[in-house]
């Protein structure tokens, strides 16, 4: 499963990953010169050493009054010495060194010019006729050190430069994009029944086409719902209008028939034009519930709609319903139309199907969990799951046309807000239980 990243964070990490790698490699590149300019400086420090010292040498080889072979300079005081030197004659005779020389480091052939051995850097000059030759040397191991210690010297402000850079690229980036996650923040926080338009006016030009199309999207899903609701109420009134007044006519017409044969049969069509037109009513609100219109853009209290409508069921079926209402609103943003559908397909399903004897608990509590009980023979499992679907019913003699349940979970799935179907009742060992939270969505 792909991981998605945040485009803040890439461009965070990644800005400052890239900053990082061209410090070190202009670090690096700058260390390359520094030791490159610095080994000239050395070079021309060891060869003007020499210079200097060879005439000093022979100016005092030459005045001695007698041959008093090696002598060693002697020093003014005790100190690390970088440049060591030898003075040799033509045999190869240590004439004069340095006060810390070494002579194995110095090689047996003289060599004019620069050279170097495994461990140190060599000069050597040439004075009276070649008959006396001066070698000065450095260490290598100085020179490594001295660059070693400018590369460190370049390398330790990175210590503080790259988090001051990560800080600062993660700054840009944040004021950069905060239109952006504010565009991102608008989109996620509203409701699936808001349609408004987002706005566009404030983001970058890259990201404007996205909030147009959005903006575009949202303009046609409007229409799109608005002609569904407006078929759907048309319909309503085109298709109740013809049938209430053929009930009518028909109710009429067994007034005046006496023939019981006759009376009969226009009994028949009185149930199922009541049957037809009862089924053409839970279509239509099959139709609504399915249209996406279970979800408002304002929240609204849920508590006087469903009293309203246990109130009307009690006028009907006086003693069946026990009710149970919060003392305070319980705020939802499913739509109360859909609503007032929903509760009162539960609660139809559960008069027609539940045991006359035993009454309907109707609740909803504070929290927004709503739920229809009924007592009644329980549901097994295996038709327990077929029930949200159309036309299906469980084993009963009730008469109805399957499709209660439908229309509430679809109107629970419109919401985002999940429907539970239970058998038995919880805490008991019979009954049916409808369970649903009008607050919480998925």
Request: net charge negative.
């Amino acid at each position: 499963m792909a991981t998605r990243t945040s485009l803040q964070k890439t461009l965070g990490i990644g800005l400052t990953l890239g900053v990082t790698l061209l410090w070190l490699v202009g670090v690096t590149a700058s260390g390359l010169v520094a030791q490159h300019e610095m080994n000239e400086v050395f070079d021309s420090a060891l060869e003007e050493t020499a210079q200097r010292i060879l005439p000093l040498a022979v100016t005092d080889i030459l005045n001695r009054e007698n041959d008093t072979g090696n002598q060693r300079a002697p020093a003014l005081k005790d100190h690390d010495e970088y440049l060591t030197y030898l003075v040799r004659d033509e045999q190869g005779n240590l004439l004069l060194r340095s006060h810390d020389a070494n002579p194995e480091v110095f090689g047996t052939t003289p060599i004019e010019g620069f050279s170097n051995t495994s461990t140190h850097r060599l000069y050597g000059a040439f004075a009276v006729s070649n008959t006396i030759y001066l070698e000065v040397a450095e260490p290598l191991a100085h020179r490594r050190e001295s660059a070693l210690e400018a590369g460190l010297a370049l390398l330790m402000p990175l210590v503080v430069l790259i988090p001051v850079s990560l800080l600062g690229v993660w700054w840009i980036v944040r004021l950069s994009l905060r239109k952006v996650v504010d565009f991102q923040q608008d989109i996620e926080s509203r409701g699936a029944g808001d349609l408004t338009p987002v706005a566009e006016n404030q983001l970058p030009r890259e990201f404007k086409p996205i909030a147009i199309a959005v903006n575009r999207l949202l303009e046609r899903l409007h229409r799109a719902l608005e002609s569904e609701r407006s078929f759907t109420a048309n319909s309503a009134h085109e298709l109740r209008t013809p049938l209430a007044t053929a009930l009518a006519k028909v109710q009429r017409l067994k007034t005046r028939i006496f023939d019981d044969q006759v009376k009969k049969n226009v009994t028949e069509i009185e149930e199922a034009l009541r049957s037809l037109s009862t089924l053409s009513g839970k279509l239509l609100e099959l139709a609504k519930a399915e249209g996406g219109g279970a979800l408002s853009q304002n929240p609204h209290d849920l508590v006087p709609v469903l009293a309203i409508i246990v109130r009307d069921f009690e006028d009907q079926v006086p003693g069946r319903i026990v009710q149970s209402l919060p003392e305070q609103e319980v705020s939802s943003f499913l739509d109360p139309d859909a609503f007032a559908i929903l509760v009162r397909n539960l609660i139809e399903n559960a008069l027609k199907h539940g045991s006359p004897n035993q009454p309907v608990e109707v609740s909803l509590e504070d929290n927004g969990t709503l739920r229809v009980c009924n007592g009644g023979d329980s549901v097994p499992p295996d038709q327990l799951i077929l029930l949200r679907n159309r036309f299906t019913r469980s084993k009963t003699d009730a008469s109805g046309s399957g499709l209660g349940l439908a229309i509430a979970d679809a109107i629970a799935k419109g919401a985002g807000m999940p429907l539970h179907l239970r058998s038995p009742v919880t805490g008991r060992q019979d009954g049916f239980e409808v369970v649903m939270n009008v607050i919480n969505t998925w």
